[in-house]
């Protein structure tokens, strides 16, 4: 059933004109390494959605801040797509093949992701969100209330998903940890709990990093545990 | 602020083209009359997802069977948009007007809805789902599982939205009861209870109409009572 593999149907033109940015997220991840699989994983996570100018005013948002959590509706950074029908969950060790309407995947016929967000404050014109699993710089496409009645299915069951629960011991210095503001590090252990490792990767004696709020984080993971072995600031080119 | 009333940037060309069409999804609803103001309000309705012949694969749907609800991206049939930045939401009268990224309302930037329906089965090559809120023929852009852990949040607040749990009381004489299939009659009692009058009027004398599962629905409210008056099968010209 793979013959759609190369349909040209499926490699539209990147982005431009298909669908309007209203807004962009300004988060702590310079890259996808280390975003959390699903938004909600991380609260400490904070991002700030700063609208296009024609968007940018109280009427556009009245009435927002009586909810408390925000449907974010967002451009993937897939730059082309395989066309393939299925995907590989990162979840199923990356093994597994699932339809992609069976996942949450980027790789999907129409580029679009969802994600729930709570809203923390309305700061000017901007929104402070919290729990945001989106790189820094990522286009939003639109905005919609979390409608509890409509959309809160406590009774739901959620297939293969896991909720994540298997943490990383996270073994990081006082040392090390001063190298980042206070109000940071909170997050970034939680992100490193999650194991922000590529799949179909364990090697206890490789050095892996990522990007996250101006820093370069590098760390090891040996077993249960991750350890942090460097905080540099981090400077783009 | 209303300064943007006329932005061009707003009307978009309709449709073709800016988003894919991977499905289309058949309703009770040949119009918009009717149609519960959220999805998952009314759960008898049924509605049955037909892909298009590139996603028409077992496949494409691997692994969904495992999960309880979906999430439907479609297209709105808002042909144009007036482009201003604030809608006036039913649940409010009509009267109140509410920022755009405030309410689910059509008249948006991006004409895209977003609605959790329950996956009843699986049938051949189609999707059956209960509590859908599209009308019969919407196209459907995407199909995301729901996923508890990212998308359920029991401690959300709803700001001015309502779980409508205002109901009317419906008469609905056995005669005209029996004109339509029995398993259709629950799911237009409780589209009945929901008020399906559009806003602004509130004339007891007044006959109202509907489409519903290839009938003609006729109706009278008074009070907090809505009486069916007529039943008719439905012939399209």
Chains 1, 2 share one sequence.
Not at 62 to 82: I, V
């Amino acid at each position: 059933m793979s013959s759609l593999t190369k349909s040209s149907f499926w490699n539209k033109p990147n982005g431009e004109g298909d669908m309007k940015k209203i807004a962009t997220i300004h988060t702590d991840f310079p890259t996808k390494f280390g975003i959390p699989r699903q938004s909600g994983l991380v609260e400490e996570l904070k991002g700030r959605v700063v609208f296009e100018p024609e968007f940018r005013s109280p009427d556009a948002i009245r009435g927002l801040d009586g909810f408390s959590h925000l449907w974010l509706l967002w451009k993937f950074n897939t730059p082309e797509n395989s066309g393939s029908l299925t995907v590989r969950p990162p979840k199923l060790g990356g093994n597994v093949r699932m339809g992609v309407f069976a996942t949450r995947s980027p790789f999907r016929p129409n580029n679009i992701g969802l994600s729930c967000v709570r809203l923390e404050k309305i700061d000017g014109a901007d929104l402070i969100v919290s729990g945001a699993d989106l790189m820094d710089g990522t286009e939003i496409v639109d905005i919609k209330p979390y409608v509890p009645y409509a959309d809160c299915h406590p009774e739901a069951v959620g297939g293969f998903s896991k909720d994540g629960s298997e943490r990383l011991e996270v073994v990081f210095s006082d040392e090390l940890k001063s190298k980042i503001p206070e109000n940071k590090q909170a997050a970034l252990i939680k992100v490193l709990e999650l194991d922000p490792r590529p799949q179909y990767q364990d090697d206890p004696e490789r050095i892996y990093g990522f990007g996250f709020a101006g820093y370069d984080v590098r760390f090891t993971v040996n077993g249960g545990i991750l350890t942090v072995r460097e905080i540099e600031k981090f400077t783009f080119c």
